[in-house]
């Protein structure tokens, strides 16, 4: 069971990037797909989380309208493109399977950084 990102790397402020993140061990369809990232001295934060169906899909107030999660289940893959970054979305950005009812943790990756700076 694993679970690698790829995608980050530095950018301009508002740049683009896409985060990828490719499931192994499991099927990806089963279960909800999110992202979390973790700046420097913060703690880990919620970014956006899409159910199986892809009807339902979340994201922290700060990344609506700019960041958009998709998956396709047939690659078993998660993405997370992100439009006009900004300097505070500089972050290792970890990708995360859970259950669908009891939202427990099943897998997760070691993240990729995610640098927004002029």
């Known amino acids: 069971v694993q679970l690698v990102e790829s995608g980050g790397g530095w950018v301009q402020p508002g740049g683009s990037l896409r985060l990828s993140c490719v499931a192994s061990?499991?099927?990806?369809?089963?279960?909800?797909m999110s992202w979390d990232r973790q700046a420097p001295g913060n703690e880990r934060d919620f970014v956006a989380d899409?159910?199986?169906?892809?009807?339902?899909?979340y994201y922290r107030d700060s990344v609506k309208g700019r960041f958009t999660l998709s998956r396709d289940d047939v690659k078993n893959t998660v993405y997370l493109q992100m439009n006009s970054l900004k300097p505070e979305d500089t972050a290792v950005y970890y990708c995360?399977?859970?259950?669908?009812?009891?939202?427990?943790?099943?897998?997760w990756g070691q993240g990729t950084l995610v640098t927004v700076s002029s």
């Open positions: 995360q399977a859970r259950n669908r009812i009891t939202r427990t943790l099943y897998a």
């Open positions: 061990g499991f099927s990806s369809s089963n279960y909800i």
């Open positions: 899409i159910d199986r169906d892809d009807i339902i899909t």
